[in-house]
């Protein structure tokens, strides 16, 4: 279901895949708050071998980056992000709540970005 690598220095990858369901939202749950604990600043999620996704891992993903942002870091979903994640979040309205990159290196730099913003300016520019 998951597995860390080690990512560049700063960043923490850590890598999802299968099916993320009821069936196991306790052991992906813990995966990821251990990996945003672990975090130092960038956490990128790979989500490009989910295979489906429910509602419970929706959760995980919003927790981890409500985290991520009160700890001024930065939280980016690696895809392509397969049909079922895809949909989920276009259903939930929460597409455009995560930042998401196709590559390692656009993952990297949208989160940069994101770490550079100001976290007390208001609107989007």
Known sequence: MTDHTAGPPGATVLHLRGDLDHDNERELAATVDE?????????????SA?????SSTLRTLVLAQQRMEAADGALVL??????????LLEITAT????TVADSLPL???????????????TGTG
């Not at 945003?36 to 600043?41: F, L």
């Not at 597409?95 to 995560?98: I, L, P, Q």
């Not at 993952?107 to 300016?121: F, V």
């Open 50 to 54: 989910v295979a489906f996704a429910d």
């Open 95 to 98: 597409d455009g709540y995560f």
């Open 107 to 121: 993952a990297l730099a949208a989160a940069g970005e994101l770490l550079r913003r100001d976290p007390h300016a």
């Open 35 to 47: 990996a945003v604990a672990r975090s130092t600043g960038t956490l990128v999620l790979d989500v």
């Open 78 to 87: 690696l895809g392509p992000l397969g049909p079922a994640l895809r949909r």
